[in-house]
């Protein structure tokens, strides 16, 4: 009887952290206008929507660079181009395509590295409504001492404000939520080994475009 009160009780606690998780994507968007930064990331995704949207901001001067990560292998910079609206003589000079990331982590090392390179110290992340939580996670464990401004961004793939009226939404969203969660829980047991070891923490969705698996 213990043991199935405990089971009730763990599933309640997912339950409610799952509709907690919801309404903050749901709150997330339209997104305020994010401050001018050293760069600009854009993870890719189902949604080629994230791409228009950090060009966009790109070409409003709000970034130096834009790296758009996860990208596919095949595909070229004429059709990443074609892919906005938004693209003009910035994205001609100043956007860098990352083909390594094949998820989310990979886009959180790749953007590292980019990072690095360029000595930037603050980054606006674009990035679905749904996935945003779980990459500036991702991102933060990878380089903890850059500022990260997370822009997200509505896609049709998942309606927030209504992810239980379809199967397929509902199921986005509790997968996003639990990877959400396995994430959390990594980071969380990485900082107590570094902390126990007495060191400091080390830096550590389909479309033609879109090479990385949200």
């Known amino acids: ?85 938004s693209a003009g003589r910035a994205f001609d000079c100043c956007v860098d395509l990352g083909f390594e990331a094949e998820n989310t982590l990979g886009n959180a090392r790749e953007t590292a590295a980019w990072a690095r390179y360029h000595h930037y110290r603050s980054l606006i992340v674009v990035t679905a409504d749904y996935h945003m939580p779980r990459a500036v996670q991702e991102l933060r464990a990878a380089m903890p001492r850059v500022a990260l401004y997370p822009y997200p961004v509505a896609t049709q793939v998942l309606d927030a404000h209504r992810w239980w009226t379809t199967p397929e939404s509902a199921r986005r969203m509790t997968l996003e939520y639990c990877k959400y969660l396995a994430v959390l829980g990594r980071n969380a047991l990485s900082s107590l080994r570094h902390r126990a070891a007495g060191g400091a923490q080390a830096p550590a969705e389909e479309n033609t475009i879109g090479n990385t698996v949200s």
């Open 1 to 85: 009887m213990k043991t199935l009160t405990l089971v009730l009780l763990l599933v309640a606690i997912w339950a409610v952290g799952l509709w907690a998780f919801a309404a903050r994507v749901a709150d997330s968007t339209p997104a305020a206008d994010p401050p001018r930064a050293d760069g600009v990331v854009a993870l890719t995704g189902a949604s080629t929507l994230r791409i228009e949207a950090a060009t966009e901001l790109l070409e409003q001067g709000l970034g130096q660079r834009l790296l758009i990560s996860g990208v596919n292998r095949e595909a070229t910079r004429a059709q990443v181009r074609e892919t906005t609206s």
